[in-house]
């Protein structure tokens, strides 16, 4: 009579497997944005625009790294930072030197390439437009540099509140780059929700080398005659040989 038998894995096959299985694992794991470590020669910064600051960390992590910020404006001009930024440490350390000389200031990490630099209390802030609710956005292979450079073109919602009272709205003209686009659909969601997703898209669109990967800067003038500004920041092109 035939009689099924267990089949017996030997024991050192089992571990070998399972061992491959985890360096597998760990190699499609994504990286954290915070714990980056930049490159290894320190940077000194003696009253640096902000904006230019965070510019230079970006490219200090190799193409790793992006960020969305509201900048405020005093006059047209942004806040200026004196900060020295030691070699090899991460975008955490880097970013705390920072808002230690630049105090107002919380970071969040969005997804594995993507930090948030907002001032605090922006959420109770009417003024703030990352505020505004967007019931629906819907936006079909455009490049994400033209989404970011006219936002108001492609957030009705957005264009609705800062032409409101005028009786009409205003004209807007978009000129869109050779860039390969990406698609944003969401609803219920918030203008920094947008931004945010309009980054996600262009990293998902770099990991398939399809351009570029950007990240957003919100210009807000606080002081003179408010104003809201929007453009790309930073950018990053998919290397060779990278997983994400």
Known sequence: MNVDRPKIVPTGVLIAAVAAA???????APPDAFETKLLSVPADYDRVELQWVLGDIEGRARGLVLFGIEIPLDHGNQPLVSAHIPATVTVREALKIVFEKLPGYTFTSVAPHLITILPEGYTADPGDMLNLPVPSVDIVNVSPSTILNDMPHYIPALHAEL????????????VSDSAPGITVTAHDTTLLGVLNLVSLESVAAAGDHRGFAWGW????????????????????????????
């Open 22 to 28: 985890g360096v597998c694992f760990a190699q499609q």
């Open 163 to 174: 032409f409101k009272g005028q009786g009409c709205f205003g004209v807007s003209i978009t």
């Open 217 to 244: 800067a919100y210009l807000r003038e606080r002081v003179a005659a408010p104003s809201h500004t929007w453009r790309p920041f930073g950018r990053w092109i998919q290397g060779r040989g990278r997983t994400w």
